[in-house]
C-alpha cells in the first residue's frame, strides 16, 4: 500500500504560480512511476504529466507544456508540480498517482491515489 497526501493548492490570479507537492508513504517511494491529473467540475480526470521512477523521463499533456514541471525528490518521497502562467482553464481538483509502469498517461495503470487538492485560478 502506498499512501499519497497532496498540498500546495490555492486561489491565484491568472499568470500567477503555484507549486503542489505529493507526499508518499508506506513503501518505496522509487518504485513507482508518478503522475498528476485534474478534474474540473462536470468534466472527466484528465491527465496532466507523468515522471518515472527516477525522474529521468517526463511527460506532459499539451494544454500545459512550457509551463508546469513535475519532479520528483526520492530520498524525501514527494512528487512535486510547479505551475506557471497558470490559466483560469487549469482550475481543477488536482490528483498525484503511483503506479508501477515506469509513467503512463492513462489513469487506469495507477494503483494508488491521494485525496485531491483544489487549484482555483481567477480570471
Known amino acids: 500500500q502506498v499512501q499519497l497526501v497532496e498540498s500546495g493548492g490555492g486561489l491565484v490570479q491568472a499568470g500567477g504560480s503555484l507549486r503542489l507537492s505529493c507526499t508518499a508513504s508506506g513503501r518505496t517511494f522509487s518504485d513507482y512511476g508518478m503522475g498528476w491529473f485534474r478534474q474540473a467540475p462536470g468534466k472527466e480526470r484528465e491527465f496532466v504529466a507523468a515522471i518515472s521512477w527516477i525522474g529521468r523521463s517526463t511527460g506532459y499533456t499539451d494544454s500545459v507544456k512550457g509551463r508546469f514541471t513535475i519532479s520528483r525528490d526520492n530520498a524525501k518521497n514527494t512528487l512535486y508540480l510547479q505551475m506557471n502562467s497558470l490559466k483560469p482553464d487549469d482550475t481543477a481538483v488536482y490528483y498525484c498517482?503511483?503506479?508501477?509502469?515506469?509513467?503512463?498517461?492513462?489513469?487506469?495503470?495507477?494503483?494508488?491515489w491521494g485525496q485531491g487538492t483544489q487549484v482555483t485560478v481567477s480570471s
Open positions: 498517482a503511483a503506479g508501477s509502469l515506469s509513467y503512463s498517461d492513462k489513469a487506469r495503470q495507477y494503483d494508488y
